[in-house]
């Protein structure tokens, strides 16, 4: 079975502190993805990567950063951390790059609260 | 711009009726159109996929059609169950992007 692991699953951090989020991936999935979820607006795409220090801006990338050094490992990096951005937080990987008909497995997520 | 969307207000309904559910899309041209269920408090899990030169697919009690002029997909439940409660995402592939979509959801609720 595929495992998208996150590093956390509840999160406290105060305005302006610099935050990491950690995914990791088991099946080398070639494309990753970090998403934010809030009420009444769904799953937006804020950065994904389709290989190894590759990455692109999402529909939200504003006040966030990627990296991805390994293959199996995206991070989504809050420079200062605003109340704004509290949120709960999704990672996933599929395999394959580009329109690709395969599915996309989801880590637990992380509710960031920034207080 | 870019938009998907999906009833934002809740749809509830009777155990042992059909579910349908409307995900409809502007300005995009998939090449893949993706159902998940989403649970409280978890991450979202995959449930079918169809392609753009597909019109139906089916897997078990799951229907999904998808129709590029009309620029709309419905997803069907039958035989509903409580246990089908759950909310359900959209989410388009695009010839243009590497980007993986998602839609705001539909929250369903099945009454006994």
């Known amino acids: 079975d595929v495992k998208v692991t996150q590093s956390s699953r509840y999160l406290v951090k105060r305005t302006g502190e610099k935050v990491f989020l950690e995914c990791v991936q088991d099946?080398?999935?070639?494309?990753m993805f970090w998403y934010r979820q809030d009420p009444g607006l769904g799953l937006r795409l804020i950065y994904f990567?389709?290989?190894?220090?590759?990455?692109e801006k999402g529909d939200i990338p504003e006040g966030y950063s990627v990296s991805r050094e390994k293959k199996e490992r995206f991070s989504l990096i809050l420079e200062s951390a605003s109340t704004n951005q509290t949120s709960m937080y999704l990672c996933?990987?599929?395999?394959?790059?580009?329109?690709?008909?395969?599915?996309?497995?989801f880590g637990q997520g992380t509710r960031l609260t920034v207080v | 711009s870019q938009k998907i969307e999906q009833n934002s207000e809740a749809l509830n309904i009777q155990e042992g009726k059909t579910a349908t559910l409307t995900c409809n899309y502007t300005?995009?041209?998939?090449?893949?159109l993706q159902w998940y269920r989403q649970d409280p408090g978890r991450g979202p899990v995959f449930l079918l996929l169809?392609?753009?030169?597909?019109k139906e697919k089916r897997k078990e009690r799951l229907k999904v059609t998808f129709d590029t002029t009309l620029k709309q997909s419905l997803f069907h439940i039958t035989a509903s169950q409580p246990a089908d409660s759950a909310t359900y995402l959209c989410?388009?592939?695009?010839?243009?992007?590497?980007?993986?979509?998602f839609g705001t959801g539909t929250r369903l609720q099945v009454f006994p």
């Open positions: 996933a990987s599929r395999k394959g790059q580009g329109p690709s008909n395969t599915e996309a497995f």
């Open positions: 099946m080398d999935h070639e494309n």
């Open positions: 990567s389709y290989d190894v220090k590759m990455k």
């Open positions: 300005n995009y041209s998939p090449a893949y």
């Open positions: 169809i392609r753009e030169n597909e």
């Open positions: 989410a388009l592939d695009s010839y243009n992007t590497d980007k993986l979509i």
